[in-house]
Each structure stands twice: as C-alpha cells, then as structure tokens.
C-alpha cells in the first residue's frame, strides 16, 4: 500500500513535471508565435509590370486572410481577361497558323497540381486548368481534349483574337522569320506565386506562349516542374522566357530544390540561370538571343528573381506595399 509519505512524494514530483511540461509546451509556442511572427505573409509576386494589377486581384484575397489558390487564380485571371495584355488570354498573339494556344498550369499547397496546353477559344484557361486538378484524376489535358474538357465545364467558346494581335500577325507573315524574341516590350507568361496568411504555398502560370510559335509547340508554362514549382514546406518559382530552356533544366523545380538546399530565393534563381548559361555554352547557342527569367519565393516570405538579360520586372505585394522590382540579370545588355 501506498503510504502518505510515498504518496505526497510522487504527487510533488507529479506536479513539478507536469509544471515543467507545460512551461516547456508554452516556450514552444511562443518560439513559433515569434518564428510565425517574422514570416513575411501574406504576401504574393509575379512576372512583368502586369503582374502589378494582377497582385492587386490577389491581394484582395490574400488581404483578408484568403488562400493562396484562390489569390494565384483571381490574379492570372486579370491579365488572361485583358485584351492589352498581348501575351496571355484573350488578346494573346496567335501561333504561325494564327491560332491563339494558350497553355497554363497551377499548383496547391497539398502538391494538387492541373494544367493545360494549347487550349484555344478559352479565355481563362488558369480555371481550366484549376478544374482539371480538381474535378477529374488526371493532370494535363492538351489540345483538343482540352477545349471539350473546358466545355464540359461551362466555359465558353470564344474568339480570343484582336485586331492588334491579327494585324501583328499579318505582318509577321510577310516575312514569316521564325525568330521568337523575348525582352520589355513583348513581355510573357504571367507567373504568380503566394503564401496566404496560413503559412500555405500556390502557384498559377499562364501564357499564350511564344508569339508566332509553330502549331503544337509547347513551352514551359503548364509544365510542372519547368514553369511553375511549388513545394509548401520549402517555396515556390515560377519562370518566364524562352522555355525551351526552361524545360532544358526543369527550371521550377531546381529553384525550389536549390531553397531546400539553403539557398535564398535570390541565389536559387541565379544558379538556375547560370545552369541555363552553362547548357547554352555548352551547344554554342547565342545567349543574347534568349531571356529566362525566374522569381522564387521561401517559406519565410523571403523572395528573389534572376534573369539572363536586364530588363525582366516583377511585381511584390506584401505588407509594403505594391512595388515593381528589376531583377538583376546575368548579361546587361546596352540600349540601343
Ligand atoms: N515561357 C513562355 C513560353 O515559352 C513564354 C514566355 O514567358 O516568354 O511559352
């Protein structure tokens, strides 16, 4: 039998690990409050100056204490609306056949991942591509397959063409020179990665691609892995550029292992464009004829960009504000 003495003992010692185990408990919480506290969320970035407006959508969401999936998808959606945004949605710049591709993909938190490639007469092919996540058990509709997939779903069928991007084209076709040329003034996909108030990562991508593409050609932007990578415990990228050279060095994903490495945003984006430079080198291609540009954002809400040439922005909404960044380039190009 247990005497008093015994008793009143282990009731001490009881007692005193139970006290210890609770200061222990509440020194961990407070250890992630103030961890919690230095994240730099919510917060969201993408490529190119329209990424600015488009922030603005995701902001609204990430603002309130939204997700970071429904913020990626409502921001891509303002450029991919946009008939002036010539390189995305409605109002992308055709292929060579004159048929306006667009290609997208998105990726979520839980590694959920949907994506679509030459899909024409949908303006939004990012919802598309969110409902191929999450409304069937595949990843990657192309195609034909993917406008009958887009209309099974209620969206509609439209002319995607307008007059600038036709006259464009119809010019282009005088001399039909197969040179796709990337820099400020024809600017591209819209890339966008966030991290919402929870903690959690997403991505979206969309793009019409190449202007003047050969038909059927597929680039890096609804490539998981290539144009956009999200890993919710390390960070997201997201690329922009040619993406034959993306896809050469499945650009989003080494960026993203690069930050699981240690790396910071910046540094992860800067060796994947050396990698870009390096396989360039190594097959005697031009590197003034191409720009990669890739953004990257950590965990802790830390963000960075690289690019091959001077003249890739991107756009950060977080807590100061909406401000559009240079990002620092391998090669500085002179004006003309
Ligand atoms: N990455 C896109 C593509 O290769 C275009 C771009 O962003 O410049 O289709």
Known sequence: MTSRKTFLKTSAITGAAMLLNSLHIDAKAEKRERKNK???????????????????????????????????????????????????????????????????????????????????FIKHPISVARAVME?????????????????????????????????????????????????IENH????????????????ACTTSGMAFKMHGRVGDSPIIGAGLYVDNEIGAATATGHGEEVIRIAGCHLVVELMRQGKSPEDACKEAVNRVVHLMEIRKKNLSDIQVGFIALNKQGEYGSYCVQGGFSYAVFDKEGNNLKNSDAHLIIPKK
Request: with cysteine.
């Open 135 to 183: 409304k069937t058990p595949h990843v990657m509709f192309v195609g034909d397959g993917a406008l009958q997939f887009a209309l099974s779903q209620g969206f509609p069928k439209e002319n995607l063409m307008v007059p600038d991007s036709e006259r464009e084209w119809k010019e282009w076709l005088k001399k039909s020179e197969y040179k796709p040329i990337v820099n």
């Open 38 to 120: 230095q994240v730099n969320k919510p917060i969201v970035l993408s490529t190119w100056n329209f990424g600015l407006k488009a922030n603005e959508a995701a902001w609204e969401i990430l603002s309130k204490g939204g997700k970071a999936l429904d913020a990626v998808e409502a921001g891509v959606r303002v450029p991919e609306a946009d008939p002036t945004e010539r390189s995305v949605g409605y109002g992308g710049r055709p292929d060579r056949d004159g048929r306006i591709t667009l290609d997208a993909c998105i990726m979520d938190e839980m590694s959920n991942i949907g994506s679509v490639a030459g899909l024409e």
């Open 188 to 203: 591209d996909t819209i890339g966008m990665i966030a991290l919402d108030a929870n903690g959690n990562l997403s991505g």
